[in-house]
């Protein structure tokens, strides 16, 4: 193993044929401090979700933590411009379930994102991103326990993938003359001083996105799968996603059209209910979360879309301090908060840890250790149920007492 980091006593988690888990009782997680207020939030997810473990199994399991690098912090471990070291993707891939705190991505220039890197290099096609209601937290809607909705966002392709070169540089000019010269495009309005970006989406990206969608839907007793697109503009690649989305429900689910298409039913074979699988433009969309919530259920869409309305949708539920997530792959599985490394705030013990503790509990969960899993959730219920909460909840509930980053982990240890 490489030096700079200390391999804890415990046992790796494997993965079976059937890709369950064998999660031994000391199990090593790697994770990834992050930059920014990942400093703040990640001791704190990790002091949290060890009282969870102990309260909920005394002793008899308890998680072997690894600290492996990403970010700014590899660059101080591993020298100035290693950003992503080979090893630390080794060990993502190796150890099987991780967890990591955000990591900055310059805007413009400078090196391009590694999240988006990390998911691409270790094929985590699924980002999955749960958004609930807290009873309790502040939110600028009025009915917001009407908003209950898993995303399924694709985080392998599209324009967020990062195909793109700058404008007048030798690959732009070489592309828009292939568009104009070889391709008869005729649309660059300003083909000189344009900056040339890709949007790549293929049958197969979409179709095991859905599939999980639409399977996540049937396992949780989901009423409706949305596929959210803008297809209307971009027909050969958002058009495709909704089209491959619904072609994928009739070909494996047995989907039939409803009231002649475009939306489709089938029954959920575990329940015998039925399961609508529906679509909406983006920007409808946008609209319709605020307005009927409660008509959304699993959302199946592309990445950029799926990175805009995972934030919007955690606002109505009071915002990206309690957005969790999970980056997954058939085997590998990677959770993180919605939320970025919010610099401003970075080193102060301010900002809410709540986004990475509930995507511990995601983790948790899907190691299959859900007593504790269920701590974490009972005891994030009761915390803001007492009003100790962070500034981010505090500034918007007039009788609450602000704690620090630090304070509410322990608030939450407290109510265990
Ligand atoms: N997966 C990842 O690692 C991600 C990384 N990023 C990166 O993070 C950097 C900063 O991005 P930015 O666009 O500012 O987005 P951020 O999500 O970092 O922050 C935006 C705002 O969200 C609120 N916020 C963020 N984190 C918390 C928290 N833990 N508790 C309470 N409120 C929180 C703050 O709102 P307020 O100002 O109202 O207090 C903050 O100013 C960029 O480099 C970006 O690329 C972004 C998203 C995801
Ligand atoms: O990679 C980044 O810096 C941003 C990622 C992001 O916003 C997200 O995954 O939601
Ligand atoms: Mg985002």
């Not at 592309?175 to 083909?191: A, D, H, Q, T, Y």
């Not at 539920?317 to 997954?328: E, T």
């Amino acid at each position: 193993m490489d030096q700079h980091i200390r391999v804890p006593a415990g046992e790796k988690i494997t993965v079976n044929p059937d890709f369950s888990l064998n999660v031994p009782d000391h199990p090593i997680i790697p994770y990834i401090e992050g930059d920014g207020t990942g400093f703040d939030i990640t001791p704190v997810m990790i002091k949290v979700v060890d009282a969870a473990v102990e309260k909920a199994y005394s002793g008899k399991r308890k998680i072997a933590w690894m600290e492996i690098f990403a970010g700014e912090k590899a660059t101080r471990v591993y020298g100035p411009d290693v950003w992503l070291p080979e090893i630390t993707l080794q060990i993502l891939r190796d150890y099987v379930v991780s967890i990591k705190g955000p990591l900055t991505t310059p805007v413009g220039g400078g090196i391009r994102s590694l999240n988006v890197a990390l998911r691409q290099e270790l094929d985590l096609y699924v980002c999955l991103r749960p958004v609930r209601y807290f009873q309790g937290v502040p939110s600028p809607v009025k009915h917001p326990e009407k908003t209950d909705m898993v995303i399924f966002r694709e985080n392998s392709e599209d324009i967020y993938a990062g195909i793109e070169w700058a404008a007048e540089s030798e690959g732009a000019k070489k592309l828009v003359n292939f568009l104009i010269n070889e391709m008869g495009v005729k649309k660059i309005r300003f083909p000189e001083t344009s900056g040339i970006g890709i949007k790549p989406v293929s049958r197969e990206g979409t179709e095991r996105l859905v599939r999980k969608a639409l399977q996540y839907a049937i396992d949780n007793d989901r009423k409706s799968v949305t596929l959210v697109h803008k297809g209307n503009i971009m027909k050969f690649t958002e058009g495709a996603f909704r089209d491959w989305g619904y072609g994928l429900a009739g070909k494996e689910f047995g989907a039939q059209l409803l009231d002649g298409g475009p939306w489709m039913r089938f029954k959920n074979p575990k329940t015998g209910r039925d399961i609508v699988v529906k679509d909406m433009i983006a920007d409808a969309f946008l609209q319709q979360i605020l307005l009927r919530p409660d008509e959304y259920d699993v959302i199946a869409t592309l990445n950029l879309n799926g990175d805009y309305v995972s934030d919007a949708l955690a606002a109505q539920v009071g915002g990206i301090g309690i957005a969790p997530g999970a980056n997954l792959s058939d085997s590998v599985a990677m959770f993180e908060a919605t939320h970025g490394t919010a610099p401003k705030y970075a080193g102060k013990d301010y900002v809410n840890p709540g986004s990475e503790i509930l995507s511990a509990e995601m983790m948790l969960r899907h190691m299959g250790w859900v007593e504790a899993a269920d701590r974490i959730i009972a005891s994030m219920e009761k915390s803001i149920l007492s009003k100790q909460v962070t500034y981010d909840f505090a500034r918007l509930l007039p009788d609450a007492t602000q704690v620090s980053c630090s304070g509410f982990g322990q608030v939450m240890i407290d109510h265990m």
